[in-house]
Structures are given as C-alpha cells and as structure tokens.
C-alpha cells in the first residue's frame, strides 16, 4: 500500500486540507463565494428592475403612440368634414350668386323688352299720325279738317301708349 502513488497522493491531498482547514482557507473560499453570489443577486435585481422600468416605458410610448394616431386620424376626419362644409358653402354661394345674376338678367331682357314695345308703339303712333293727317289733309279742308286732326291724333296717342 505504500509503494503505490495514489497513496501518497491521497495523504499529500488530506494534509494540503488539513494545512487550509488551519489556516482558514476554506473561510475565505466561502467568503468570496458568498460576495459573489450577493453580486450576483444585485445585478439580477437590477436587471429585473430595469427590465420593469423598461417594460413601463414600453407602454408608455405604446399608448402615446396609439393616443397620437387617434389625435392625427381625428384631425383628418375634422379637416375632411370642414372641407366638405366648406366646399358645400361654395357650392350654396354660386348656386345663389347664379341665381341672382340669372333674375338679374331676366329683369333687364324685362325692361329692354318693354323699352322695345314702347318705342315700337311710339314708332306705329307716329308713323299711324303722320298717315293719319297726310289722308285727312288731302280729303278735308278748313276748319272742320283741323279740329277732326287735332282730335284724331289725340285719340291714336292716347290708345297706342
């Protein structure tokens, strides 16, 4: 049993044990390990913590995210209903504003109508006076002639006008 080295390794191995035991060795083994598994727990803890923040930012901007598409796609709904007041209101003021120069219109074709049959009138009167006293004056002499022409002419003025 001597003679053999797994021996000798085996008792060198027990007495390097015993030397750490003594001295405290495995104490300070234990207490490295020890701070490095409270490192290690930190760190995890901070990770767990940023990861929180993190996942409530995420929501945060999620949702001004989602609020901010729902302010643009009102915004473009209003702007659309405006532009189809407004376009309706243009529509109403030229629908109106044609409206007024078509009465207009017809008012002055009215008036020049009857500014027409007036001076036709006035032209057939004339014309009809004129007629009228050449015939008489050529059939009737005297006095009679003038009165009968006065009185004539008065009667075609007054039913031509």
């Known amino acids: 049993m001597f003679a053999e080295p797994e021996f000798w390794v085996a008792i060198g191995f027990a007495i390097l044990m015993g030397v750490f035991i003594y001295i405290g060795a495995h104490r300070t083994v234990l207490t490295a390990l020890d701070h490095r ?7 995890l803890d901070d990770a767990r913590r940023l990861k929180d923040e993190a996942a409530k930012l995420l929501a945060e901007y999620e949702a001004r995210h989602a609020s901010a598409e729902r302010e643009a ?3 473009i709904t209003s702007a659309k209903a405006e532009a189809e007041r407004i376009a309706a209101e ?3 003021k030229m629908e109106d504003f044609v409206a007024r ?9 009215a008036l020049a109508e009857a500014q027409a049959i007036a001076d036709v009138r006035s032209a057939a009167a004339t014309a009809a006076v004129a007629a009228a006293s050449t015939i008489l004056s050529r059939s009737v002499k005297g006095q009679v002639a003038d009165d009968l022409l006065s009185k004539g002419i008065a009667e075609v003025r007054a039913k031509l006008n």
């Open 90 to 92: 243009a529509k109403a």
């Open 73 to 75: 796609q009102d915004i």
């Open 37 to 43: 598994r409270d490192r290690i727990k930190s760190e």
């Open 101 to 109: 120069r078509t009465k207009t219109a017809e008012g002055k074709i």
